[in-house]
């Protein structure tokens, strides 16, 4: 083993009861070296750095540290050894607060309590190296998702970490605050730390890895120096096969229906004259960063969140939402940005997860079985490609992020939902299953249904959208028809070079 290597794993196998996650994986990490990790959902990525951080101990297999062998049967003995995981499923106290968030784990203390002023101090210097202003002192349940990821980040590299791995750490950030990071990466990697960077954005490889690493069910198919390979390999490496950039398109014209929904110069605190309609069978975009009001915008056609002023309509009707379940009532169905926190019922099956908006019409004389879930999720299983048993009965956290996905949109479909309204629909979703989820959509369209998406990503709206718009500081500033939807034209658009 190198001395270059703070950490080598050597024929790492792990199963969970019947079912074989990894298969003998290899894998070193350089100090002062950037190395992405890389696979499908289900690829075996997760459990790999659980085993590293000590939340899962390996059937088989060597790990060791500066060249002696250890094993982790916790994760405060990782941690020990020098070793932090940032997951992508945030883990903090919401009614703590950003401070106290920071701490925790390391709390300082002073005469037996709490150092209250050394604990400010320490979180202050941690939000200050990541670039960030957030309110020290406020609870954590206030914050918005990037904010809250910030946080996580934060508690992770304020201590003396010798290799961090990060997970997915981008998914919820402002472009502003992932630059700030990969600058914090540099500077981490210039000090001698080791880190393993999952992503499934590769543009984020090539711009900060130096080692790539693939993963593909359980086993490693790639490893190479970052600047030896190109996105096609990398891609191959991941599915088994050439992932062409070509697909099915589809366009939509206008057919005089009338508006499935509809606003007149809708407004909140967040967002202000808003005016959009939406025809059966069109997929409209909004595209907006961070701070563009297009999640908060999307949340008030739902009843998420009011609106203060203006017209909301559903087929010609005007209404107000006080609550998501009147949006349901009139066939309103929605993806939240956080999946996890706001849409998993996650101790509950795939079956019962997609069943859950229709328990009412399912129920037989006020009861409900299993066999009318299971029924009810058989009908979607094929259309929607889920990877899971065709009975839905294993528990919705054992699914990768791209099926969960799937499944909360066939929960609006077997509730009859003509109107989608989704945010992030591909957030934390691998290269693979955003094609899947993309030709689903567009089937939807074509059965009629009519589908908005405030994303951040570019490329839910330049994939899908049959007509976009873009949204800064609140303000719709540009229109765009689908011939003239492109990556340039959205980013120009939100970075204040179009007009309205």
Known sequence: MSPDNFLSVRGIRKSFGLVKVLHGVDLDLPKGSVTALLGENGAGKSTFVRILAGDHQPDAGTIAIDGSQCSFRTVAQSRQAGIRLIAQEIADAPTLSVAENIALGALPSRYGFVDRGNMRAM???ALDALGAELPIDAPVSGLRLGERQIIEIARA???????????????????????????????????????????????????????????RDGRVSLKALTRDVDQATVVNAMVGREVSSQHETYSHAPKGQGAVLETENLGSAAFTDVRLSIEPGEILGIYGKVGSGAPELAGALFGETEFTRGTLRINGETVRFRHPAEAIRRGVGFLPADRARDGLLKT????????????????????????FEEKAFRTWHATLKVRSSPDGSEQISTLSGG???KVLLGRWLEAGSTMLVLIEPTRGVDVGARQEIYA??????????????????????????????????????????????????????????ADA
């Open 123 to 125: 979180a202050a210097r």
């Open 157 to 215: 590299t304020a201590g003396a970490s010798k290799c961090l791995i990060f997970d997915e750490p981008t998914a919820a950030l402002s472009d502003a605050e992932a630059q700030r990071l990969f600058a914090l990466i540099q500077r981490l990697q210039r000090s001698g730390v080791a880190i393993l960077y999952i992503t499934h954005r590769l543009d984020e490889v090539f711009a900060i890895a130096n080692h790539v690493c693939v993963l």
């Open 348 to 371: 509950r099956s795939v079956a019962e997860n997609l069943a859950a908006p229709s328990w009412k019409r399912l129920a037989k004389r006020l009861m409900m079985f299993r066999s």
């Open 403 to 405: 099926n969960q996905q």
């Open 440 to 497: 689903v959509l567009r089937n939807l369209a074509r059965t009629g249904r009519s589908i908005l998406i405030a994303s951040s990503d570019y490329e839910d709206i330049t994939e899908v959208a049959t007509r976009a718009m873009v949204m800064v500081r609140g303000r719709v500033v540009a229109q765009l028809a689908q011939n003239e939807i492109s990556t340039e034209r959205l980013t120009q658009a939100a970075g204040g070079g």
